[in-house]
C-alpha cells in the first residue's frame, strides 16, 4: 500500500526505518500529473531498489513569471494510484511552504549548462530545478535518482551538479516514453487541442530527419539543424524556439560532431511549449 507523506520529518522518518533494515532507496522526483513516461521510471526504480519514494511537488521555483505554475496540470488522487500501480512504497507531496522558508536565501546554480537551450527563454528554471532537486536528495539520502531524458538538458545539469557537490546518489537517467505516433510524453500534452496534438507528431519527425543525417556520415552541426527545421517548417502550427547541437559535457552549440552531442529541440505547438531531444555519438 502506497503511503502518502506531507511532511520532510515524516518521509526523513521512514527512511531511517528502512535503513536500519539494510534497504536501499530509490527517489523519483516528479511534478505529478503522471504518465507513462513517470510510470517507466518509476518501475525502475522499484526493480533496482528496496524502496521507492516518489515526490510529487510542483515546484514554484522553477517557474518564471510569465510560465504555468497556476495551471500546471494536478490530479493527485490519480497519481497515487499510479505511484501504487507501480509498486512504489510512499508518494512525498509536500506544500511550497513545507519545502522553502519564507526568507530562503540559498542558491543552487551549475554555471554554464544552464544558458543554452531552455536557459535562453527560462533563464531561472535550472537554478530553481537544482534547488528543489538537491532539497529533494538531502531529504531523502537515496541511494538513486530517476531522471527522464525528454528533459536532457536537466539531466546533464542535474549530473553535473550531484558529482560537483559529491551528493552520493547515483543518477539514472531513463529513455523517453513515446506515444504512438512517436510525440514524446508529457504532462503538458494536455493542453494541446485536437488539431495540435495531430501537428505535434512533427517535432519527433524533425528529430528522426536529423539523425538519418548523422546516420548517413554527415558531421556538420548546421546540416543537422537544417534538416530538423526543414520538417519542421512543414507544418504549419509549428514554431520552433530552438534547434541546436550542444556538447553533453558543456551544453554548448558544437560546429562538428566528434563526440557525444544532443540535439535538442523546443517547439511552440499553439501556445504550448514542447521539447524532445536525441543523444547522439558517432563513436559507438
Ligand atoms: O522534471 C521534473 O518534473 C522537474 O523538473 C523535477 C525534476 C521534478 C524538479 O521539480
Known amino acids: 500500500m502506497t503511503q502518502v507523506v506531507t511532511t520532510i520529518d515524516e518521509v526523513r522518518a521512514l527512511v531511517r526505518t528502512w535503513r536500519a533494515q539494510g534497504d536501499t532507496v530509490g527517489l523519483v522526483p516528479t511534478m505529478g500529473y503522471l504518465h507513462e513516461g513517470h510510470a517507466s521510471l518509476i518501475t525502475r526504480s522499484v526493480a533496482e531498489n528496496a524502496r521507492t519514494v516518489v515526490s510529487v511537488f510542483v515546484n514554484p521555483t522553477q517557474f518564471g513569471p510569465n510560465e504555468d505554475l497556476e495551471s500546471y496540470p494536478r490530479d493527485l488522487e490519480r497519481d497515487v ?7 512504489a512504497d510512499v508518494v512525498f507531496h509536500p506544500t511550497p511552504e513545507e519545502m522553502y522558508f519564507p526568507d530562503r536565501c540559498t542558491t543552487v546554480h551549475v554555471e554554464g549548462l544552464g544558458k543554452e537551450l531552455c536557459g535562453k527563454s527560462r533563464p531561472i528554471h535550472f537554478d530553481g530545478v537544482c534547488l528543489v532537486v538537491s532539497k529533494l536528495l538531502n531529504i531523502t539520502t537515496p541511494d538513486r535518482a530517476y531522471f527522464g531524458q525528454k528533459d536532457a538538458q536537466q539531466l546533464l545539469i542535474v549530473r553535473r551538479m550531484v558529482r560537483d557537490l559529491s551528493m552520493g ?15 514524446a510524453k508529457s504532462s503538458r500534452n494536455t493542453y494541446l487541442s485536437a488539431e495540435e496534438r495531430a501537428a505535434a507528431v512533427v517535432l519527433s519527425k524533425s528529430l528522426a530527419a536529423g539523425r538519418a543525417v548523422l546516420e548517413g556520415g554527415e558531421r556538420s552541426a548546421a546540416a543537422v539543424c537544417d534538416a530538423v527545421r526543414a520538417v519542421l517548417a512543414s507544418e504549419p502550427l509549428a514554431a520552433p524556439e530552438y534547434v541546436e547541437v550542444v556538447s553533453t559535457d558543456t551544453v554548448t552549440p558544437v560546429e562538428r560532431v566528434e563526440g557525444e552531442v544532443l540535439c535538442a529541440i523546443a517547439v511552440r505547438i499553439g501556445n504550448t511549449r514542447l521539447i524532445d531531444n536525441f543523444f547522439y555519438n558517432p563513436n559507438e
Not at 494510484?81 to 509498486?87: D, F, H, I, R
Open 169 to 183: 546518489v547515483q543518477v539514472v537517467g531513463c529513455p523517453i516514453v513515446r506515444e504512438e505516433d512517436g510525440l
Open 81 to 87: 494510484a499510479l505511484v501504487e500501480k507501480c509498486g
